[in-house]
């Protein structure tokens, strides 16, 4: 499948969303794909049915959304998503500039950002990727100050998070400073985009947008615009991997810690 196949049943997700209710494959058909300048035809009847991945329920009234049966994350579990921003690529020889989070939780929606002194300057090539200048986190804390502030959030969630090896990599020894094991149950947004997009050869967060027909991502490469973006993209993912049979995110982390 092509990411253009993905664009499309995003549209007819999008378009059964705003209707809130069930609609004929042939009716989601006309309303959706005719409008792309398509032709009517029963030839549309089975294009569509090649769209309909797990978000779909089918039912003799018509096609709907799983989504309108059961939630994400499930009640009465807890999901963190989750971004952070860096001086560089390593670890140890770079510093956490900026970490976002959203928390949902029963319906709750708990959002945490914070720009963090890095205790050096950085590097023009990051400031031009991210926005954040060295003067704009002149009189912010310092990074165990921040994360002791988020522990609270991240407790008994499941993390998902966008290339999860890299935040971890920044936070898990920072957190095991401080005195804390960063041992909760991870998804990836990328290994998820391998079982529930295989036509994807780029799975990327640019690609994972594009993909779901999100548009362009606001304020990319700041952590609560991609933040925002990851959990847009793994809602999707979660009803395609589910496909009406609901499941704990956690069981679902195909990464392993």
């Known amino acids: 499948m092509s990411p253009t196949h993905y664009r499309l049943s ?14 004929p494959e042939r009716l989601l058909a006309e309303q959706v794909l005719a409008l792309q300048g398509w032709p009517k035809g029963a030839w549309l009847n089975d294009l569509i049915g090649n769209l309909l991945d797990g978000r779909f329920e089918r039912l003799g009234a018509g096609v ?16 963190v998503v989750l971004d952070i921003e860096t001086t560089g690529l390593s670890p140890t020889d770079h510093e956490i500039i900026e970490l976002a989070l959203i928390r949902l939780e029963n319906g709750r929606r708990t ?3 914070r720009l963090v002194n890095p205790g050096v300057l950085i590097p023009p090539f990051i400031s031009r990727l991210t926005g954040i200048r060295s003067q704009d986190v002149r009189d912010a804390a310092d990074i165990y100050t921040v994360l002791e502030e988020a522990w609270p959030l991240l407790d008994n969630a499941t993390l998902i998070i966008q290339n999860a090896s890299f935040d971890l990599g920044f936070l898990q020894p920072r957190f095991k400073r401080l005195g804390y094991r960063l041992d909760n149950p991870v998804v990836d947004t990328i290994h998820w985009a391998r079982k529930a997009l295989p036509g994807l050869t780029k799975r990327g967060l640019d690609s994972l947008a594009w993909a779901f027909d999100l548009g362009p991502i606001p304020a990319r490469h700041r952590a609560m615009g991609d933040v925002e973006t990851t959990l847009q993209v793994a809602h999707e993912m979660y009803y395609m991997l589910t496909a009406g049979h609901p499941a704990p995110t956690s069981q679902l982390a195909f990464m392993a810690r």
């Open 10 to 23: 995003t549209r007819l997700v999008r378009h059964l969303r705003s209707a809130g209710c069930h609609l």
């Open 64 to 79: 709907g959304l799983w989504e309108w049966k059961y939630s994400f994350p499930a009640q009465g579990e807890a999901v």
């Open 111 to 113: 959002v945490f950002e």
